[in-house]
């Protein structure tokens, strides 16, 4: 099994910053992908941003130039930091960690709440 914990959530003001964490543990192996998606109210989950662990990323086109993903492979971690925020960023915004051990597993955080309105 693998946890995920998220944090860095919060109120913003629209053109503000703001920098998710979430540390994974459990049984991780070492070649994974560790991402972000979101959620709006009434919208379908959207990925945001991911990262391979070796460093390769993709990025959701409406956050390109904004978001940065990035990650510490020695402590499980990847962070996303959200810069010119618009109030159209507004979500619940979950971890995902997806590897291979003969299938393929997929974990998700509990979720992070990210506001941006004045």
């Known amino acids: 099994q693998v946890q995920l914990v998220e944090s860095g959530g919060g109120l913003v003001q629209p053109g503000g910053s703001l920098r998710l964490s979430c540390a994974a543990s459990?049984?991780?192996?070492?070649?994974?992908?560790m991402g972000w998606y979101r959620q709006a109210p009434g919208k379908e989950r959207e990925l945001v941003a991911r990262i391979t662990s070796g460093g390769s990323t993709n990025y959701a086109a409406s956050v390109k130039g904004r978001f940065t993903i990035s990650r510490d492979n020695a402590k499980n971690t990847v962070y996303l930091e959200m810069n010119r925020l618009k109030p159209e960023d507004t979500a619940l915004y979950y971890c995902n960690l997806w590897q291979v051990v003969g299938r393929a597993y997929e974990y998700w955080g509990q979720g992070t709440q990210v506001t941006v309105s004045s």
């Open positions: 459990g049984s991780i192996i070492g070649i994974n992908t």
